[in-house]
């Protein structure tokens, strides 16, 4: 059926395994994405170029009307690219803004209202008209794209110098080869990279979109992040992760646009290991690590 479908292509890769395949590759990615830089001064040097090139992006508007969206999307793509897939694209390739608006609109249909309600009443919508429908065929394009990105990582894998996540992969994959439990394999692979491609760069981008909306309505707030600002950082250079804690007021305006924020309305689904009993209600545990064919989706 349509709901298993979208369940089984959904639970592969990182970000909605269950049980031994969330324990495999949640260790391995963590681990991963640090010797890739997360967390050090290599990573923040990325990001730090990546604001450089936004920047020069709004000086272009010469202080006309625009939408922030695109380029701030673009650059915090190129971020998670330069984990995922080892480059980063310019702000001008066709392909990348292809991908940016795929997963924009990929992102603005799992939030919908008619997304909600499919996760609620699967086996009715599945059957009705609407942008639901649509959430494969954008899942395709990405998965295609990562598919791709796969297949020319492993004609010049240097097992010796992983360049990415993509290679890094694959190394784990060679290692695990004869383990038939092992959870590292192409589809694991590609879903993964999906997973993290759309999620590092919408739902970052859907928050520094909240927050744009947030500070423009608080203007009291947007002036005391911007002293704060200039009081440390200053004008001529750019900030460091050491200028954080130094920046209290800056730092706590930022946590709360993310508690805020109502990035995913459904959130990541969750479940119990034994049944439970919660305020009068019964919650059954779950029996397989698949969702059903009557069972809610999410992305």
Known sequence: SWALACSRFFLSGVILANGERWKQLRQFSVATLRSLGMGKRSLQERIAEEARCLVEEIRKTNGSPFDPSRPVSHAVGNVISSITFGDRFDHQDQTFLCLLDVIQNLFLELTSPWTQ????????????????????????????????????????????????????????????????????????????????????????????????????????????????????????????????SRMPYTHAVIHEIQRFSNIIPLGIPHAVLRDTQFRGYILPKVLSPELSANAPFTF
């Open 117 to 244: 309600v499919s996760a609620m009443f699967p086996g009715i919508m599945r059957f009705l008209p609407g942008p639901h429908n649509r959430i494969l065929q954008h899942v395709e394009v990405l998965h295609n794209f990562v598919t791709e990105r796969v297949q020319r990582n492993q004609k010049t894998l240097d097992p010796g110098c992983p360049r990415d996540y993509i290679d890094a992969f694959l190394i784990k994959m060679e290692e695990e080869k004869q383990n038939p439990q092992s959870e590292f394999h192409t589809k694991n692979l590609t879903l993964s990279v999906v997973h993290l491609f759309f999620g590092g760069t919408e739902m970052v981008s859907a928050t520094l979109r909240y927050g744009f909306l947030l500070l423009i309505k608080y203007p009291e707030v947007q002036e005391k992040v911007h002293q704060e600002i200039d009081g440390v950082v200053g004008r001529n250079r750019s900030p460091t992760a050491e200028d954080r």
